[in-house]
C-alpha cells in the first residue's frame, strides 16, 4: 500500500493475508514494536536481493525478489547524516547543523529532492539532472572527513585494501569484489603525495552511486 500509514479502504494491503498475520504476531507480543522489527528484518522475503532468478523476474505478488525501491528524500539525508558522521558534528554544537530547524539544511535538502508534493510512488525514481547535480555538490556530501580519519584510525592509511573494505562496508554495507579493489587501489595509487585525497574521492563516488540511493 502507499502510502504505508494509510489504511483505508481505497488504499487495501496488497498481501492481506501477511498483514493477518503480523497483526497477530503483534498482539501476541503485547505489542512490542522490536519484536515486530526483528521478525520482519530475519524473514528471507526482507533478505532477498532484487536480482530476479530462475525467471521470477516478472513477479510481482510473492515476494521471489525484492522491488528496487527510490529512497525517499527524508531516507536519503538521514542515511547521509549516519554514513559521513555529520550527526557527530552536530552533537559538538555546530550552530550551521540545525537538523530539525524550520528551514535549516534538512528541510531544504528534502524540498529539494521532493519533485512532486504528491505521495510518491516507491518503486518509481523521480529525481532527475537537478537532483544528481545537488547530491554531488551538496555540503554533505564533501564534508567526508569524520568517515575517512574514522577509517584512518581503524585500519591505517598504509593499507589501502582494507581503507577502501572500510569505505565500502560504511557506505554500501557490503565488501568490494575483487575487481573494485583492484580499480580502486590503482586509483589510490594516483595519489601518492596524498593518498587522503584519493579515498576521499572514492568515498564521494559511493555516496552518489545508484547503489547508495536506491534500496535494493
Given at each position: 500500500?502507499?502510502?504505508?500509514?494509510?489504511?483505508?479502504?481505497?488504499?487495501?494491503?496488497s498481501h492481506p493475508e501477511?498483514?493477518?498475520?503480523?497483526?497477530?504476531?503483534?498482539?501476541?507480543?503485547?505489542?512490542?514494536?522490536?519484536?515486530?522489527?526483528?521478525?520482519?528484518?530475519?524473514?528471507?522475503?526482507?533478505?532477498?536481493?532484487?536480482?530476479?532468478?530462475?525467471?521470477?523476474?516478472?513477479?510481482?505478488?510473492?515476494?521471489?525478489?525484492?522491488?528496487?525501491?527510490?529512497?525517499?528524500?527524508?531516507?536519503?539525508?538521514?542515511?547521509?547524516?549516519?554514513?559521513?558522521?555529520?550527526?557527530?558534528?552536530?552533537?559538538?554544537?555546530?550552530?550551521?547543523?540545525?537538523?530539525?530547524?524550520?528551514?535549516?539544511?534538512?528541510?531544504?535538502?528534502?524540498?529539494?529532492?521532493?519533485?512532486?508534493?504528491?505521495?510518491?510512488?516507491?518503486?518509481?525514481?523521480?529525481?532527475?539532472?537537478?537532483?544528481?547535480?545537488?547530491?554531488?555538490?551538496?555540503?554533505?556530501?564533501?564534508?567526508?572527513?569524520?568517515?575517512?580519519?574514522?577509517?584512518?584510525?581503524?585500519?591505517?592509511?598504509?593499507?589501502?585494501?582494507?581503507?577502501?573494505?572500510?569505505?565500502?562496508?560504511?557506505?554500501?554495507?557490503?565488501?568490494?569484489?575483487?575487481?573494485?579493489?583492484?580499480?580502486?587501489?590503482?586509483?589510490?595509487?594516483?595519489?601518492?603525495?596524498?593518498?587522503i585525497a584519493g579515498y576521499?574521492?572514492?568515498?564521494?563516488?559511493?555516496?552518489?552511486?545508484s547503489e547508495f540511493v536506491?534500496?535494493?
Amino acid at each position: 500500500m502507499n502510502p504505508v500509514d494509510d489504511m483505508h479502504e481505497n488504499n487495501s494491503p496488497s498481501h492481506p493475508e501477511l498483514l493477518a498475520i503480523l497483526t497477530e504476531q503483534f498482539k501476541a507480543s503485547n505489542f512490542d514494536v522490536k519484536h515486530l522489527m526483528r521478525a520482519i528484518c530475519n524473514s528471507e522475503a526482507y533478505q532477498r536481493t532484487s536480482r530476479p532468478e530462475g525467471g521470477n523476474g516478472d513477479d510481482r505478488e510473492l515476494y521471489s525478489h525484492r522491488a528496487v525501491r527510490a529512497l525517499l528524500p527524508e531516507q536519503l539525508y538521514e542515511s547521509l547524516i549516519s554514513v559521513t558522521g555529520r550527526e557527530f558534528i552536530a552533537k559538538k554544537g555546530d550552530a550551521g547543523l540545525m537538523l530539525k530547524k524550520k528551514g535549516g539544511p534538512r528541510e531544504q535538502f528534502i524540498d529539494f529532492f521532493r519533485v512532486s508534493d504528491e505521495q510518491p510512488d516507491v518503486l518509481d525514481y523521480q529525481s532527475g539532472i537537478p537532483q544528481a547535480l545537488k547530491l554531488m555538490n551538496a555540503p554533505i556530501t564533501n564534508a567526508l572527513g569524520v568517515t575517512i580519519n574514522r577509517a584512518i584510525k581503524t585500519v591505517g592509511a598504509s593499507d589501502t585494501e582494507k581503507m577502501i573494505e572500510f569505505l565500502y562496508v560504511s557506505g554500501l554495507s557490503r565488501r568490494p569484489t575483487a575487481d573494485e579493489t583492484r580499480r580502486r587501489v590503482a586509483y589510490v595509487r594516483q595519489h601518492p603525495v596524498n593518498p587522503i585525497a584519493g579515498y576521499t574521492d572514492i568515498f564521494w563516488s559511493l555516496m552518489n552511486s545508484s547503489e547508495f540511493v536506491l534500496n535494493h
